[in-house]
C-alpha cells in the first residue's frame, strides 16, 4: 500500500487554501475601493435564498478546518464567537484559523486513520466515522464546499479572480 | 507517520461524489419538470458572465477526477469528445467517469505519491508536481472546485438540494 500522512492530507492542505481565501478577500478589498462600495455588502451575498450568506460561508469553512485538524490531532477545538461584522474582521478569523492548525505538530496526527470521530448535529444522533472516512468523505468535501462558495459569491459580485487564484500558487 | 493510501484518498472521493452529482441531476429533472422548463435551461447557466457554464462544470469536474486517477495509476487516461449536449448525456458522462474511476486496481496507486506528474497547460510549460502534492493541492481542490459550482448554479435555478445532497449518504 501506497503510504501517505494523515497529516499531510489535511493540515497544510487547509492552510494553504485559506491562505488562498485571504488573497481572495484582498481583491475583494480591492474590487470595492475601484467601484467604490463598502465591503459590507459583501457579507450579505447569497447564492440563493436559502444559501447561507458570505459570512457564514467562511466562518464555516473555517470551523472545518480548525475542526478537522483538532478532532484528528486530539487537541483542543478553538471556538470562535462568529461575531465578524467586517471583511477586515473575516480576514482576521481566516489568518487565525490558518495559525491554528499550522500549529499543530504533525505526530498529533499519528494513528488518526482510525480514531473515531463524532460530530455532533443540530438534530439526531452524532455523524460518527472513522478518521479516514471523516478526512476524505466529510471534512475535506465540507471545507471546499465552503471555501469554493466563498469564491463564487466574489466572482458573482465581479470580483476579478481566476482558477489560479483559487489553487492558489 | 499515519499510513494512509493514494488509492483511498483518491477514486474512491471521486466515486462518491460523483454519485452525488447524478443525484442532483435527478433533482434537477424533477425541478424543471415540475416548473415546466426544459432541462436544456441549466446547461448554459453560469455564475458569473467569465465563468465557464453548467456543462462545461460537469465536463471539467469528470476531467480532473479520471485525469488524477489515470496519472496517479499510470493507466490510459480516457478521452471524451466534449459534446454532451443534454442533461442526460452529462448524466451520462458522470456515469462514465465513476465506472472508471472505479475501475483502477487498487494496487496500481502504490508509489503513486512519489510519482512525476506533469499537467499540461494551454500556454506555457506543464506543471509538474509529485503524486501526492498533485493529489492534495491540485486534483482534489479542482475536482471540488467544479463540483461545487455545479452545485451552486442548481442551487441558484431553485433546484431543492441541501448540504446532505451535496455530501451524499
Redesign the interface.
Known sequence: ?????????SA??FA??LDNMLAWLDAARAHAEAKKFSTDVYLTLR??PD?LPFTKQIQIASDAAKGCVARLAGVELPRYEDNEATLDELAERIRKTRDFVRSVP?AA?????AREISIPRRVGEPLKFDG?SYL???A???F??HA??T??LL??A?VPLG?GD???A
Open positions: 500500500m501506497t503510504q501517505i500522512s494523515m497529516h499531510g492530507a497544510p492542505v494553504r487554501m447564492l440563493a444559501m504533525a496526527f499519528d494513528g488518526s486513520e479516514l476524505n468523505h466529510f475535506l468535501p465540507n471546499y464546499f469554493t462558495t469564491y463564487a466572482r458573482h465581479g482558477k483559487y489553487l492558489g
